[in-house]
């Protein structure tokens, strides 16, 4: 199986060390289509007989293509990659907000994943939620499935607006996860922490809450009051959050990402 990326970023990259790493695909069989040379210097184990820097006839060769440029990029790669593509290849998209008919109307092929993973994916913890249109069959959504999977765990949705919804919570969620990193680091440094001390002791303790909640079977809620003593100090933190709304609010936040997702899809035209 032959597999080109094109668009060798965050994700292009992640995914084609992913493939190469897994041994799931043979180095020699991946092609990678960029705009830069620089990529060459960063992703050290890619061959540089795999690297295009203009599309080719090559691309007709690989059985998956997968796009992994900005959803503003679209319009423009299509006008050139439709020349090179046909029908019995599997697009495999990652772009935030460009849909299923879009990609088939500017591409003029049918088999089409849209999928939304995460930067995890780099290394091997990615969470990926993809969809696929019908022309593709049980065995070639197998495929993708086992391809998706050497850089994490996926999810298969059957209706496409859940990748939007994906798109705010798994795709852009390690994003909020670090923000609230950056507020405790920051508190923890006020105190007169060294900033390396304050990185340990919230990398430690967000670590360490999320193998209890993966070991144990009780909720986010039940988590909060065991750490929550009568009268204590977490007491007070939550007490002001729940004061400001901020649980309201990060959900207002995660709204306006996938709000911004469907947007996009509807500006990149
Ligand atoms: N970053 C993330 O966490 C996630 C991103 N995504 C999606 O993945 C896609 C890529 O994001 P990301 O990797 O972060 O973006 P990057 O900007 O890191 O990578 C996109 C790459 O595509 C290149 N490119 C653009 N047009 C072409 C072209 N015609 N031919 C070859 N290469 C091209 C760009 O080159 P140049 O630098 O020259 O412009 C750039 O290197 C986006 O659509 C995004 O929605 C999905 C999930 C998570
Ligand atoms: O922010 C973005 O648009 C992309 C999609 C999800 C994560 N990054």
Redesign the pocket.
Known sequence: MKIAI???????STFANGFINSRFINPTDVLI????KK?LEDNRNIHKLSYRYE?DSGIATCDIVIL????Q?FS??AD?LKKFIHQDQIIVS?????SIDRLKKDLLVTKIVRS????PTQIGKGMTVFTASEELDRKELFIIQNLINTTGKSVYVLEEHKIDAA?AIS??G?AYVFYFMEAMIQAAISYGFEPSQAELLVKQTISGALGLYEANSLSTQDWIAKVSSKGGTTEQAIKYFNEEDILQKLVEGVNRAKAQSELLGKQTK
């Open positions: 094109v668009g060798m970023g965050n994700m292009g289509y960029t705009r830069s990529v599309l992994a440029v900005k959803p990029d423009t790669l050139d990652v772009m935030a907000g460009v939304m993973p995460n930067l798109t795709g852009s390690p």
